[in-house]
């Protein structure tokens, strides 16, 4: 199935950056009303209709909800307890 032909002039909004999903063909912009799962270095963007995954983008590129540093050194520091626990049991085995 083809998309219609895009004009270079922008949306109401303004912008121009508009996610569709391909399973149901819903549009919206990317700042729009997409699941927004955090991941520890990026975002993935799923459809709120059908879940279908869509995008995974790094927290620099501007997009909304960034990681905040408390919880990326928390995570960070949950997996190095984990891997210090792993060697410790490796080393009594």
Sequence with gaps: MSRPETTDAPGPSGRKAVLFCPDCER???V??????????????????DCGTYLTERNHDR???RPT???VRL???WVRAATAW???VRRTRV
């Design 27 to 29: 549009s919206s912009p």
């Design 31 to 48: 700042e729009g009303d997409w699941i927004v799962r955090e991941r520890t270095r990026s975002v993935e963007l799923r459809c709120p």
């Design 62 to 64: 501007g997009l909304e």
């Design 68 to 70: 905040t540093l408390l």
């Design 74 to 76: 928390w995570s960070a």
């Design 85 to 87: 626990l792993r060697s």
